[in-house]
């Protein structure tokens, strides 16, 4: 966070945990976007480059962090 990412947005997840979405501020959309819970102090990259299948309204792929790792739907990332 200390180099200034550019954020994405934000979606609050059937957890209840807002999870906001940040761009490598170094690599740019080169890069996997980043998923930050602020409350919980935990970021981890996603496995994805845009934030649109992480935030449609299905929950496929709706990102959480459970028991310190970051989910996306089912799945551990």
Known sequence: MAHDPTSLGTHKNKLGQTIEFYEHPM???FS???CVCHELKL???????????MEAEHGEYEPSF???M???GDFKA
């Open 27 to 29: 690599h740019g959309d």
């Open 66 to 68: 459970q028991n310190g």
């Open 70 to 72: 970051l989910y996306l």
């Open 43 to 53: 970021a981890e990259y996603s496995t994805f480059f845009e934030t649109s299948d």
């Open 32 to 34: 996997q976007v980043i």
